[in-house]
């Protein structure tokens, strides 16, 4: 039976190892065998330019590459790697999608995104999103010296962490009036985002109907998948090698 992949909040970096490993044995024996991956968003644990070239990224993009010769992979940016480009998609052979986009999911339209604009109660993130997804911060911030960048993205890691530990979970989670709103603006009854690190399938309504809010898990712990076909849904782990 024909079905997709969609992962989200991988958070690779070098000093994980065992992220990498497991996301790239899923992309070696399990993605090929889907018609499509989908990649929502935080892919890397901060991404600081194209123009950051190592050995560590160029074995990411070729992993995706390899795939991407027989399996289409999709990605939409998240809050960590907003400053992916077209250079390195196009050396991972992935298709960039803005930021919400609807795909024909086997019948059923269905809006994805990586979720991180939902979250409207943590409105201190949400004036630097507007910040940084605007023309000119972007811009600035890539015309500065790589090891500038990388000072201000471990930089802001730890400030993220700060900022989060004195947050409630309420904060940190979407809004559902901005999901339900999310959902009528595109008129669509299933939703699939990441951001929230809260792996589950939650029941509501919108445009007076029942709908379905999916959320894919991080692989801080374990790898975790979203596997969709015809007539299944299924969140998925996949364990780290020891």
């Known amino acids: 039976m024909p079905f997709t992949y969609f992962i989200a909040d991988i958070h690779l970096s070098e000093d994980r190892p065992d992220i990498t490993d497991c996301l790239l044995a899923f992309l070696k024996d399990e993605a090929p065998q889907a018609e499509a991956l989908y990649v929502l968003g935080d892919l890397f644990e901060y991404w600081i330019g194209d123009d950051n070239k190592t050995p560590f990224n160029d074995k990411i993009a070729a992993a995706f590459k390899a795939l991407s010769l027989n399996t289409p992979v999709f990605f939409i940016h998240g809050n960590r790697d907003f400053a992916i480009r077209d250079g390195w998609a196009q ?115 919108a445009n007076g109907k029942p709908a379905t809010r999916i959320v894919l898990g991080d692989w801080y712990d374990q790898g975790s998948v979203l596997k969709v076909s015809t007539d299944e849904i299924s969140l998925e782990n996949r364990k780290f090698s020891q």
């Open 91 to 205: 050396q991972a052979g992935m298709t960039l999608l803005p930021e919400q986009a609807v795909i024909d999911l086997y019948g059923n339209p269905t809006l994805i995104s990586h979720g991180d604009e939902l979250c409207t109660m943590d409105v201190a993130y949400q004036k630097f999103r507007k910040k940084s997804r605007g023309w000119w911060w972007p811009r600035l911030m890539l015309a500065l010296p790589l090891s500038y960048r990388r000072k201000v993205a471990e930089n802001g890691r730890k400030k993220s962490k700060m900022n989060q530990s004195g947050l409630t979970a309420e904060i940190m989670d979407v809004t559902p009036e901005e999901v339900v709103k999310a959902m009528e603006k595109f008129n669509v009854q299933r939703f699939i985002h990441g951001h929230t690190h809260r792996p589950n399938i939650h029941s509501l309504e």
